[in-house]
């Protein structure tokens, strides 16, 4: 039983464009939610988060979407750069005291092209 | 500034062998994890700590044992290594305290090959 679910595994983006990102999840009690991106040969690092009280949070190219009622939470990542290029994990929590055990999607791999 | 640390990068095991995988952080985290990724999946949790001396099963944690005696050290036990216990594991850590949470660091994972 999958919790948190990427169903597209590539995108490909031509740069300059906007690249967006999907998520869905089953369980309504998750209280957070982040994106992680990961290149080859390393671990992944923190993009950005929300919580479940916000609809949106920006931080430079990169906008997350949370829609409660769809379960559903999106990335755009604006104007996209071949530097975009790598897996992006959507990950969530229950929040409180279980809020480090995080519960992540499949991936998507973002390819941006010239 | 080396934050999470990771050792071995690779490793090759034979069925029923044992080993520990290290993991040290050097920023002064409270939360220490463990996670592995199989092919093509996301990462699933295998143990997590809240500190030295606790630590509490994820979601999949048979098969391996942890302990953590000082705060910048995680280590993860394989006891008798299984050919499904090949994966790339990754350590990760964090700081919370209260309501402050921040996001997870990762280390750069070990490659296991279990043959």
């Known amino acids: 039983d999958q919790q948190v679910k990427q169903n597209s595994p590539s995108l490909r983006v031509q740069e300059g464009r906007i690249s967006i990102l999907n998520c869905d999840y089953t369980?309504?009690?998750?209280?957070?939610f982040l994106w992680y991106k990961k290149y080859p040969a390393e671990g992944p690092t923190f993009l950005i988060s929300i919580s479940s009280i916000k609809d949106k949070n920006e931080d430079g190219r990169f906008t997350v979407f949370l829609n409660k009622s769809a379960k559903h939470l999106s990335l755009h990542i604006v104007p996209s750069q071949p530097g975009d290029s790598a897996v992006y994990f959507c990950a969530a929590s229950l929040g409180g005291t279980s809020y480090g055990k995080l519960t992540f999607g499949q991936g998507t791999i973002l390819t941006v092209h010239p | 500034n080396a934050g999470v640390t990771q050792t071995p990068k690779f490793r090759i095991l034979k069925i029923g062998q044992s080993m520990t995988l290290q993991c040290t952080q050097d920023?002064?985290?409270?939360?220490m994890y463990w996670y592995r990724q199989d092919p093509g999946m996301g990462l699933k949790l295998i143990y997590y700590?809240?500190?030295?001396?606790?630590?509490d099963k994820g979601e999949v944690p048979n098969g391996y044992n942890v302990s953590r005696s000082t705060t910048e050290d995680f280590p993860l036990r394989l006891e008798l290594a299984a050919p499904s216990q090949t994966s790339v594991y990754f350590c990760a850590s964090s700081y919370s305290k209260g309501v402050l949470h921040q996001p997870q660091h990762f280390g750069d994972g070990t490659r296991l090959s279990i043959l």
């Open positions: 920023m002064n985290h409270n939360y």
């Open positions: 369980n309504s009690m998750f209280d957070y």
């Open positions: 700590s809240v500190g030295a001396g606790i630590t």
